[in-house]
Every structure is written in structure tokens, then in C-alpha cells.
């Protein structure tokens, strides 16, 4: 029986869970708010921790539409960037090779993993098109590092060639560096595991609440021996509902149009 | 030349409608990661990967683009559009239909911009180094994806 434990730490929410995590995708396909869908799914589902998931795309006239009204968007105009992946099917998102995922690769198996590309499509569950903070040990953020001794030329963002990789101490990527410009403030989401603790971590920080920035959650996850995290969509689009209440609310457009959750039991 | 008063009547309207209607997409890439900005002269405009719909703008960029396309449409009515078209009533309807079309334009697209918005005084995409490949596309319609 998996077991979950709440903090507040500087304005950003830790959750680490343990003893058979299970980790569900949710995805939207009515007409409804995206807290009611979350608040509907996680009683359905036995949910004890649900938070925000994928990055959604919306064509110029949806756009248009969430912000003259104040109504929740179809489902089916929303449209989620990276794949979203159940039971071992694709249940929707676009292909991200670009990007990172975090799947669960065998059903009732504690064991969470993250990498480069689209996820697994036989994972039991998984998130794609999402930006990295630790991939199998390697830190990531805003410029590459280089251990003492690198050869001149290694370059601080980007492509890094093969004979400064041994070097390497930190990758930098793009999503990472835009986030971390944003500082503290804005709202963040993000969910790593630690192998040698066998402990999964949930991070989420409301947009607008002084909390740490980037570099902090990354500090955190690293202090807690997690090898492998991901932050989901951020800014207003942070979310976090446990133990039956919402801790933090996306913003009112968000609410209108965000289509994908990732639960946890 | 055509009068300042006509400045005001047609070259900002069409300059509007313009800006919203063809632009330039620049595509700043490392062989996994890229961002796309658009604009002209210069990116003033791009998707961010913060969040979902949210929009990174670059003020600065944004404030001169939006003069280069009503100068380049000034010069464009000063010498190609045929004085029958400007004059009197026929000009009247036209500047009505100019504005209208190019204001709205510039309305909705202000507004698809501002589900999450974040300013920036000039440079959009700085992560992306001079090494960094970039390419260069005519685009039509405003440039709201990723």
C-alpha cells in the first residue's frame, strides 16, 4: 500500500511517496473545467496526488475564445504536446523527439524513469514533450558544465562533441534556462524519483508565490538522491490536488483549456 | 507623395493588417532543442516553453517592427496605389475597411498572446548561442505556433 507525505518548503509543495506508487494519465475528453476533471478522475480513480501534465497547443481562434469567454474549452480543441501513453497506448499528445518523458515502465512496479525523446509506447504510463532537471544522474540547466580540465572550446549551451562529454557535469537545455529566467515566482511543476530511495517526489509551486527558482528545485531533487526528474508544464499551469483539496489552482484561462493530469495512487 | 492625413487613413491600417498577415519565422536550433520566433526586421514574438500558450514578448523588436511595416506600406501607397483609390468617397470606404480589418487584426492577435504572457526588453531567444543554426521562413498569418 503506497503511502504519501506532504511539506511546504519556501512556497513550493513536496510530496514523496512510497511503497508501490502507481502513476495514471488522465486525459480530458469533455467539456469541463480542468479542476473539476481532476476532482471527478482522482474520486473515480482512488487518486491520492494529481497534478498537471503536458503542455497543450491551441489553434489562433481557441486561443481567441479562452480569453473573450469564460466557459471550459472542448476537449478536442485542446491539443497536447508530446505523448501521453496508458496501459501501453498512446491515448493522445504529438510526437516530441526533442523533448524529455517520465514514464512508469511496468504496471505495479515502483520504478520511475526519464529520457530524451518520446516515451516508451509499452510503458504502463508515461509523459512526453516535457523539459529535463536530472536525466540518469546528469544534471540539467541553463549552460553546459565541464569538470576541471576540459579542453578549450566546450561550449556553454548546446550540441556538446563527443571529446568534452567526459568532462560534462551539466547539460544545458533550452526549456530549463527560459524557466529559470522567470525566477521564483512563477509557478512550477515537477516530479522525480529517487532509485536509492525508492521514493517518488512531487514538486509544485504556484505561480506568482516567491519559491525557489529553477536551480532550486533542481538543488532539492539532488539533495534527495533522485536520478532522474522532469518539470511538467509550469507558469499558471501548475496544479496540485491532494488528499482530496486543491493546494494549488491553475490560473482561470489555464482551467479552461488544460486537457492532461498525471495521477498517482 | 501622399498627404499626412493619409498617412494616418491608410499606411497605419495597412501596415497593421500587414503585420498580422505575413511575417518572418526564425527558427534558432541545436540538433535536440529549438525555438521559433517571429517577426520582422526582427523576432518580436515566440511561443515559450515555460507553460502552455505562453508567449515570450520582446518589446523593443515589437515596437519596430510594427513601424518598419507601416513605413514600408506608406512607401508602397506613395508610389503604387492609383490616386482613384485615395480620393473622396472611394477613399473613405477604404481607410473604414483598413482600419477595421487592421485594428482587428491587431486586437485578436493581442489577445491570443496574452493567456500567459511574459515581457522582455529585447533579445527573445538568447539561450540559442551565434553557433547555434538559423533559418529563416515567409509566414503567413500571425505566428502563433511552436
Known amino acids: 500500500m503506497s503511502a504519501f507525505e506532504h511539506r511546504l518548503s519556501g512556497g513550493t509543495h513536496i510530496i514523496a511517496g512510497v511503497s508501490g506508487v502507481q502513476m495514471t494519465m488522465l486525459v480530458r475528453n469533455r467539456k469541463e473545467y480542468f479542476t473539476d476533471f481532476i476532482e471527478r478522475e482522482a474520486k473515480a480513480k482512488g487518486l491520492k496526488v494529481v497534478i498537471n501534465g503536458s503542455f497543450i497547443d491551441l489553434s489562433f481562434a481557441s486561443s481567441v475564445a479562452v480569453r473573450a469567454r469564460s466557459a471550459a474549452l472542448d476537449a478536442s480543441e485542446s491539443t497536447p504536446v508530446g505523448q501521453i501513453i496508458q496501459d501501453g497506448k498512446l491515448l ?61 572550446g566546450a561550449p556553454l549551451t548546446g550540441d556538446v562533441d563527443a571529446k568534452f562529454k567526459p568532462f560534462l557535469t551539466q547539460k544545458s537545455n533550452a526549456m530549463f534556462a527560459t524557466l529559470l529566467a522567470r525566477g521564483g515566482t512563477v509557478g512550477k511543476t515537477a516530479i522525480g524519483y529517487s532509485n536509492s530511495k525508492q521514493t517518488l517526489f512531487i514538486l509544485s509551486q504556484a505561480d506568482g508565490v516567491a519559491g525557489f527558482d529553477a536551480n532550486g528545485i533542481r538543488t532539492i531533487l539532488i539533495g534527495n538522491n533522485v536520478s532522474n526528474a522532469v518539470f511538467l508544464d509550469c507558469s499558471d499551469s501548475s496544479t496540485l490536488y491532494y488528499n482530496g483539496k486543491f493546494l494549488v489552482r491553475p490560473g482561470t484561462d489555464k482551467n479552461e483549456f488544460l486537457t492532461v493530469a498525471v495521477g498517482f495512487k | ?128 548561442s551565434e553557433n547555434a543554426a538559423r533559418t529563416y521562413h515567409f509566414h503567413f498569418g500571425p505566428g502563433l505556433n511552436r
Not at chain 2, 39 to 66: H, K, N, Q, R, T
Request: aromatic share 14%; charged share 10%.
Open chain 1, 92 to 152: 493522445a499528445g504529438t510526437s516530441s523527439t526533442g523533448k524529455f518523458n517520465f514514464s512508469q515502465d511496468t504496471c505495479g512496479l515502483e520504478k520511475f524513469s526519464a529520457s530524451l525523446g518520446n516515451p516508451p509506447l509499452s510503458a504502463c504510463s508515461a509523459v512526453g514533450g516535457i523539459a529535463p532537471i536530472i536525466i540518469d544522474g546528469l544534471s540539467y540547466g541553463a549552460q553546459n558544465a565541464y569538470k576541471v580540465g576540459v579542453p578549450k
Open chain 2, 1 to 128: 507623395m501622399i498627404s499626412l492625413r493619409n498617412f494616418f487613413k491608410y499606411s497605419i491600417p495597412l501596415g497593421l493588417l500587414a503585420f498580422f498577415g505575413l511575417t518572418m519565422r526564425t527558427v534558432a536550433s541545436y540538433t535536440d532543442e529549438s525555438t521559433t520566433s517571429y517577426g520582422f526586421p526582427f523576432p518580436c514574438y515566440g511561443l515559450s516553453s515555460v507553460s502552455s500558450m505562453a508567449y515570450e514578448l520582446a518589446i523593443g523588436p515589437f515596437i519596430i517592427d510594427v513601424i518598419f511595416y507601416i513605413l514600408i506600406c506608406h512607401t508602397i501607397i506613395s508610389l503604387a496605389i492609383p490616386k482613384l483609390i485615395l480620393s473622396s468617397r472611394n477613399g473613405n470606404v477604404v481607410a473604414i475597411l483598413l482600419w477595421l480589418t487592421g485594428l482587428g487584426s491587431m486586437i485578436f492577435m493581442l489577445i491570443a498572446v496574452s493567456i500567459d504572457p511574459h515581457f522582455v526588453t529585447w533579445k527573445l531567444d538568447g539561450y540559442f
